[in-house]
């Protein structure tokens, strides 16, 4: 990638130095681009530049580093390297970060429609007293969708292509017998994302197939992608009949092959705070982290201090208040498992009610865990997820682009389902998140 630009960046050089014949304004002076004031700075360091460079536009030069031009910069903030930025096809930008999870994410971007908006930064003229270049995060403009026929119990048919990173376990000796129960998340090209009591059925043994690409189980043969499944990997804490830590991740015998029915999800690697009228502000926190500070409460002021740091850097934060769980499960209680994938919206229950929920029994011996746990339902309606359901996805829109989905719970269990007002419980993604890399991509920086 960097030899590519390189490449264009000299034959960048060649053109504008037939225009322009006065290179002697060093890195770091005042200088001028069409009218507006700017300082001098490295291609690299000049985001907006670099920008223009890709796509064929000439910055002003002030001089030369060797053979990289420092040119007239407008940008109200320097980058460290520009080259580290990811274009989308839309022309926003995105920057890789230290977390793996994140970038793979990002990478997705090269591999989506032209017609798939993104939510990355965006160039925007900040017109104070001194006028200059500020990238902000733009996300997109969605729209919310209300006014469900809300049975996975309480859900409504899915659409084709809306959920393709939905997968279905198989259980038996071969494909044409096996039974078809437990749901997963297309992670990557070799993994899916499920539950710990999914990776074996008491009569058939360990989960043997996956299939990708299917709306319904009566689909007709040739939308059914099933690869076999070359390796079960349960978290190493995962100690069935107990309720903790149920996640586990399926590689596949071979790669997937992505197309308009298969495409993976991202997974949540934000974290969120969270506060409801009848709850306090709980910061979720990693079981390493020391004992003392367990019942540490964020008060209203550090509260405030950091929705203004992320006002301040223009960063939107994904609403997990409301998420879609999607499943074959069975359609309500005593019911047949459905046909057509089913999806629910349901809502965040406080982390109070969710204590009320799931008390302290024989396979939650410490109740609910707000940490590696949480809870979603609704209140007013009967919508729930039911047997079968197990293992897939609660999700949320990405905010990497809006044909992207974000992966925040793994569905686990609950209590009889199709009664209102109950709450299922799911295996908090953001707390597995460095295991899931150390699995799905070892090695990889």
Same mark, same amino acid.
């Given at each position: 990638?960097?030899?590519k630009?390189s490449s264009?960046?000299?034959l960048?050089?060649?053109?504008?130095?037939?225009?322009?014949s006065?290179?002697?304004?060093?890195?770091?002076?005042?200088c001028?681009?069409?009218?507006?004031?700017?300082k001098?700075?490295?291609?690299y360091?000049?985001?907006?530049a670099?920008?223009d460079?890709?796509?064929?536009?000439?910055?002003?030069?002030?001089s030369?580093?060797?053979?990289e031009p420092i040119v007239?910069c407008?940008?109200?903030?320097l980058v460290?390297?520009?080259?580290e930025a990811?274009?989308?096809k839309?022309?926003?930008v995105?920057?890789?970060?230290?977390?793996?999870?994140?970038?793979k994410?990002?990478d997705l971007?090269a591999l989506l429609?032209e017609?798939?908006?993104?939510?990355g930064m965006?160039v925007?003229? /900040?017109?104070d &007293?001194?006028?200059?270049? *500020? #990238?902000i995060?733009k996300?997109y403009?969605?729209?919310k969708?209300?006014?469900f026929s809300?049975v996975?119990v309480?859900?409504?048919?899915?659409k084709?292509?809306?959920?393709?990173?939905?997968a279905?376990?198989g259980?038996g000796?071969d494909?044409?017998?096996?039974q078809?129960?437990?749901?997963?998340?297309l992670?990557?090209?070799?993994f899916?994302?499920?539950?710990g009591?999914?990776?074996?059925?008491p009569?058939r043994?360990p989960v043997?197939?996956v299939?990708l690409?299917?709306?319904?189980?009566?689909d007709?043969?040739?939308?059914?992608q099933?690869?076999n499944v070359?390796?079960?990997?349960?978290?190493?804490?995962?100690?069935?009949p107990s309720?903790?830590?149920?996640?586990a991740?399926l590689?596949?015998?071979?790669l997937?092959?992505?197309?308009?029915?298969?495409f993976?999800a991202?997974l949540?690697v934000?974290g969120?705070?969270? /506060?409801d009228k &009848?709850?306090?502000i709980i *910061? #979720?926190k990693d079981d390493d982290?020391?004992?003392?500070?367990?019942?540490?409460e964020i008060n209203?002021?550090?509260?405030?201090?950091f929705?203004?740091?992320f006002?301040l850097?223009?960063?939107?934060?994904e609403d997990q208040?409301?998420?879609?769980?999607?499943?074959?499960?069975?359609?309500?209680r005593?019911?047949?498992?459905?046909?057509t994938?089913?999806?629910v919206?349901?809502?965040?229950?406080?982390?109070?009610?969710c204590l009320?929920?799931?008390?302290p029994n024989r396979?939650?011996?410490?109740?609910?865990?707000a940490?590696?746990?949480?809870?979603y339902?609704?209140?007013?309606?009967?919508?729930?997820?039911c047997e079968?359901?197990?293992?897939?996805?609660?999700?949320?829109?990405?905010?990497?682009?809006?044909c992207?989905h974000t992966?925040?719970g793994?569905?686990s269990f609950?209590?009889?389902?199709?009664?209102?007002g109950?709450?299922?419980?799911y295996?908090?993604?953001?707390?597995y998140?460095?295991?899931?890399?150390?699995?799905?991509?070892p090695g990889?920086?």
């Open positions: 990638m960097c030899n630009f264009v960046l000299l960048f050089i060649v053109s504008v130095v037939c225009v322009q006065s290179f002697d304004k060093l890195e770091g002076e005042p001028e681009t069409e009218g507006i004031a700017g001098c700075a490295h291609i360091k000049c985001l907006s670099f920008l460079v890709k796509k064929r536009k000439h910055p002003t030069i002030c030369f580093q060797g053979r007239c407008t940008d109200c903030e460290s390297d520009a080259r990811i274009i989308g839309d022309g926003t995105f920057y890789k970060s230290s977390q793996k999870a994140e970038n994410c990002i971007l429609p017609t798939c908006e993104t939510g965006s925007a003229w /900040k017109r &007293d001194q006028p200059c270049k *500020k #990238f995060r996300g403009v969605g729209k969708k209300k006014g809300t996975v309480g859900g409504t048919d899915a084709r292509y809306n959920f393709t990173h939905m279905l376990l259980y000796e494909r044409a017998s096996a078809w129960h437990c749901g997963g998340s992670i990557s090209e070799k899916i994302l499920t539950a009591h999914c990776i074996s059925d009569k043994g043997r197939f299939v690409g299917i709306l319904k189980r009566s007709p043969e040739d939308l059914w099933v690869y070359k390796r079960i990997v349960p978290h190493p804490e995962y100690r069935p309720k903790y830590h149920d996640i991740l590689e596949t015998d071979k997937v092959t992505y197309n308009k029915a298969v993976p991202c949540d934000q969120k705070f969270f /506060k &009848d709850d306090e *910061k #979720f982290e020391d004992d003392d500070d367990d019942n540490e209203e002021d550090q509260l405030k201090e929705q203004k740091l006002t850097l223009d960063e939107p934060v208040r409301q998420a879609v769980a999607t499943g074959w499960g069975k359609l309500g005593d019911r047949e498992l459905s046909d994938l089913q999806e919206y349901l809502n965040r229950f406080s982390e109070r009610k009320v929920h799931f008390q396979n939650l011996k410490h109740g609910y865990n940490t590696t746990q949480m809870c339902g609704d209140e007013k309606e009967t919508k729930d997820t079968g359901d197990s293992g897939g996805p609660l999700q949320v829109r990405s905010q990497v682009a809006h992207l992966v925040i793994v569905t609950g209590k009889a389902c199709g009664y209102l109950e709450a299922g419980m295996s908090r993604v953001y707390h998140v460095s295991w899931i890399e150390s699995v799905v991509w990889e920086d």
